[in-house]
């Protein structure tokens, strides 16, 4: 009798244990490419609010008076090189290479970095040349855009940040593979979105 209970318990007790770890195959990848499509959305709708809104100046500075170009420029090359060391940091983890990971990871968020910096001068330089934005709708359509973009870098490289100090701790197991693949998303579609940003508003603000 004692025996067949401890059969008994050791069965109920075995039922409960999993022998492979319960994680959908590719199960994150999918949750984040949703989160980066209603990410979309927000995009669309700050796109579409500074086309209707893009000329409505209230008899103030336009785009042309107040964008410097060369300084856009140099903030959009920051950007895009960023995502080429990211790419460079995402071969070095494939091939399990601890160090170069860290090393372009670093790369990475100090070109973030850069272009946080010149964005917060070029917001720091209209403010003190009076546009802000209540000056028009057009000023307040535009900090809107590029300063939610501004966040979602910021976010980034915050996110950058925590899995250099995660890999260096932990190592390039496949958790932290795919973490870094999630990032890897989210960096190259705020690429994405500053080319949408740069040639919309920039260009064709200056253009007109």
């Known amino acids: 009798m004692g025996a067949h ?7 109920d007790t075995d039922q409960f244990y999993l022998t492979k770890e319960h994680h959908p195959e590719n199960g994150t990848l999918l949750g984040f490419w949703i989160y980066l499509m209603s990410d979309c959305l927000i995009f669309a709708v700050l796109f579409a609010c500074y086309a209707v809104l893009g000329q409505s100046y209230a008899a103030g500075p ?23 060391t990211y790419g460079f940091a995402m071969i070095a983890a494939q091939a399990r290479e601890v160090r ?4 372009w990871l670093g790369v990475t968020g100090l070109l973030g970095v850069g272009f946080l910096s010149l964005e917060i001068y070029e917001f720091a330089h209209l403010i003190h040349e009076g546009a802000t934005p209540q000056r028009s709708a057009f000023l307040s359509a535009f900090f809107l855009l590029v300063g939610t973009h501004g966040l979602h870098v910021t976010f980034g ?13 932990r190592g390039l197991g496949i958790e932290m593979r795919r973490r870094l693949m999630c990032l890897s998303m989210f960096w190259h579609f705020l690429d994405v979105i500053w080319i949408g940003v740069f040639s919309f508003v920039y260009l064709l603000g200056v253009l007109k």
């Open 100 to 103: 170069p990971v860290l090393i």
């Open 5 to 11: 209970s401890q059969a008994v318990s050791a069965a």
């Open 157 to 169: 490289v915050i996110w950058l940040v925590t899995l250099m100090v995660q890999v260096a701790q």
């Open 62 to 84: 336009s785009g042309a008076d107040l964008f410097d170009l060369k300084l856009v420029a140099i903030n959009t090359g920051l950007l895009l090189l960023s995502s080429i």
